[in-house]
């Protein structure tokens, strides 16, 4: 079964700190990774996009890395802002379904 | 230009009552996705339409759910007899043919008492 996990599932952190969101999945044939972010009450807005055949992306204070043979991929924030504060999610498209697939989220909190 | 639209934005049914809950998707896009994301999880599949064809229904949880899409543009998501699980955000989304990224709306928060 093609299933995504995410953990932590929250994150608590103080403004300026640089932090690491974890997404595991199984079944390396994936076509494309994302991240999603979700802020309450609203839907959801892609950061980042990584093809299968790349191993990251980047946008802004933003890294995204991606490890197919092990089926993970990390979301790397640098200088975390309050303004950073969202559930962030990761969604993968698998070659043969045509489908998203979403972890269940990481709640991250920063403080001022 | 205008994005993925959703109405209503929260609705709140007595549990037995049918709901229908409306898309708009981005002018052009082909593609039309819908998902339900309940409380504290990311969301789920529902289905998938190309045009006016839905090509993959397999998300639905069950047969009170039907979704409609008669003219390849606005999409309706229709919940017969609602239940108290199906209390959840429904989210629409929609793309280009063919394209990587999916587009969503706000969603609509169902309230089912």
């Known amino acids: 079964k093609q299933e995504v996990t995410q953990i932590p599932a929250a994150l608590s952190v103080p403004e300026g700190e640089n932090l690491v969101l974890n997404c595991s999945f199984t079944d390396s044939a994936i076509y494309n990774l994302q991240w999603f972010r979700q802020d309450p009450g609203k839907g959801l807005t892609s950061l980042l996009l990584?093809?299968?055949?790349?191993r990251e992306q980047t946008s802004g204070r933003l890294n995204a890395s991606l490890d197919k043979s092990s089926g993970r991929s990390t979301l790397y924030i640098a200088a975390s802002q309050p303004g950073d504060s969202a559930t962030y999610l990761c969604a993968v498209l698998w070659v043969n379904t045509g489908k998203l697939i979403f972890g269940q989220g990481t709640t991250l909190q920063v403080k001022p | 230009g205008a994005g993925v639209s959703q109405s209503p934005r929260y609705k709140v049914a007595k549990r037995g009552q049918d709901v229908a809950l409306r898309c708009d998707p981005i002018s052009g896009h082909v593609s039309l996705f819908w998902y339900q994301q309940a409380l504290g999880q990311g969301p789920e599949f529902l289905t998938y339409?190309?045009?006016?064809?839905?090509?993959?229904k397999s998300g639905l949880p069950s047969d009170r759910f039907f979704a409609e899409r008669p003219e390849g543009s606005v999409s309706t998501l229709k919940i017969q007899r609602t239940q108290q699980e199906d209390s959840a955000v429904y989210l629409c989304?929609?793309?280009?043919?063919?394209?990587?990224?999916?587009?969503f709306g706000p969603g609509t928060r169902l309230t089912v008492l």
């Open positions: 990584i093809q299968s055949s790349q």
């Open positions: 989304a929609s793309s280009l043919p063919g394209a990587d990224t999916q587009y």
């Open positions: 339409f190309q045009n006016e064809a839905q090509l993959d």
